[in-house]
């Protein structure tokens, strides 16, 4: 006889689909005496008389909810990715963190892509339409069709110049307009920040030279605002705190702007307050006129 943990089974956060595979997956891994066996998406796919994809789709949710995990197996078709239950103890403690998770978080824009590689793909894609003068709607289309294909890769940064060739080479008005890249440009206010920015670098490193491309760094500045939702007011927050007595120890981490953008979260983690949600400058408090104009 089999059974499954209860812990498993009061789940909430299960799928109808990711509980129809749970018990077709214990049935066809354990056997008495031997270690679980691995299986593959197109034989529970069988078995369930159900689409792959979908069952693709749903396997991978599970890994990403920590109850299954997946190895590499060389056969003579190639490398195949297959599927087998984790162990109880963890099965266990991940059921304890889901009931104390109270935001819901997408781990799977892609099928193999989570979210923080997304936000650094989301960047890497407006950075290379700026470069090429192309719109940055090239990205949502990008998007919406990998999604739709339930599309793997394991380079998406190549995926996407591939694209854009792609996208060049056909009919489709890739060019972005004088006014659209008039828009994409960095506001007077991001350009001031990573000017401020670069003003505390050089205070504290006699070494450091000013960047010859000031634009490239306001546009880091930019990417935290318009892509990972962050304000001006949590930015400098950030770069106050890099450069107090308490940052110092991570200063070194962060030598330019993007590397700002790349740590941010963890950053924004020991200044920002979440009592009420957001911070917020006093009534009348221009935030640039904290800085101080140059």
């Known amino acids: 006889m089999i059974t499954l943990p209860i812990s498993l ?8 689909l990711e509980r129809a595979l749970l018990p077709l997956i214990v049935r066809h891994s354990f056997s008495w005496g031997e270690k679980s066996k691995p299986l593959s998406a197109s034989f529970l796919a069988q078995s369930l008389r159900h689409s792959t994809p979908e069952v693709v789709h749903a396997l991978d949710a599970l890994v990403a909810k ?8 060389k056969t003579a078709e190639g490398v195949m990715i297959l599927y087998v239950m984790e162990p109880i103890q963890t099965l266990q403690s991940s059921a304890v963190l ?5 935001q819901y978080s997408d781990n799977n824009h892609y099928l193999n892509l989570s979210n923080e590689a997304f936000q650094e793909l989301h960047v890497y894609a407006l950075e290379a339409c700026d470069r090429e003068g192309l719109r940055r709607e090239l990205f949502d289309d990008f998007n ?30 890739a060019l972005a307009s004088a006014s659209q890249i008039e828009e994409s440009k960095p506001s007077s206010e991001q350009f001031e920040m990573a000017q401020y920015f670069i003003r505390r670098l050089a205070s504290v490193d006699p070494q450091f030279e000013e960047p010859f491309d000031v634009m490239s760094w306001a546009r880091q500045i930019q990417y935290l605002i318009q ?15 890099l450069f107090s007595a308490k940052g110092d120890w991570f ?11 790349k740590h941010f979260k ?19 408090i221009n935030i640039f006129d904290i800085i101080g104009r140059k």
């Open 9 to 16: 089974i009061d789940r909430e956060d299960l799928t109808l």
């Open 251 to 261: 200063r070194p981490n962060v030598p330019d702007a993007f590397h700002l953008r």
């Open 144 to 173: 919406l069709y990998h999604r739709s294909e339930n599309r793997r890769s394991f380079d998406w940064h190549a995926e996407f110049e591939r694209w854009i060739r792609r996208s060049l080479s056909s009919n489709v008005p």
């Open 266 to 284: 963890r950053l924004i983690a020991h200044t920002r307050s979440f009592r009420d949600g957001a911070a917020k400058l006093p009534d009348g």
């Open 66 to 73: 920590k109850i299954l995990k997946t190895i590499r197996e």
């Open 98 to 102: 889901v009931a104390n998770t109270t």
């Open 227 to 241: 892509t990972d939702n962050y304000t001006l007011l949590d930015i400098k927050s950030g770069i106050d705190w």
